[in-house]
């Protein structure tokens, strides 16, 4: 079921396009300046009306497994663990040295 959308984890259009090392740099400013609670109270009520014990998973569509892709999703999920101490794992996700192709929606 697809809940919502994480409107303060995402990107804003300027920092699309960006070469990585400024994208990163306004990405990651981008989420220190929403913050840990403003985004903890957003992901919690997407999460809200899911059936009780579910997780809330984070879905992007960029192919990781080709060298040199990144996603805004991994970049969260490290910014996250690092200011909460708090992981975000990643649910078959396979990177350039993985052993087998990412899981495909089609």
Do not use: N
């Amino acid at each position: 079921m697809l809940a919502s959308h994480a409107h303060l984890i995402s990107p804003l259009r300027y920092m699309l396009g960006k070469p990585f090392d400024v994208y990163k740099d306004l990405y990651l400013r981008h989420l220190a300046g929403a913050g840990v609670a403003a985004i903890r109270t957003e992901l919690a009520g997407i999460a809200a009306p899911l059936e009780p014990g579910r997780p809330l998973v984070l879905l992007c569509f960029d192919r990781l497994d080709r060298e040199g892709v990144w996603c805004h999703r991994t970049l969260f999920a490290a910014w996250w663990h690092e200011v909460t101490g708090q992981e975000v794992p990643e649910f078959g996700a396979t990177y350039v040295d993985g052993p087998e192709p990412p899981l495909s929606l089609f």
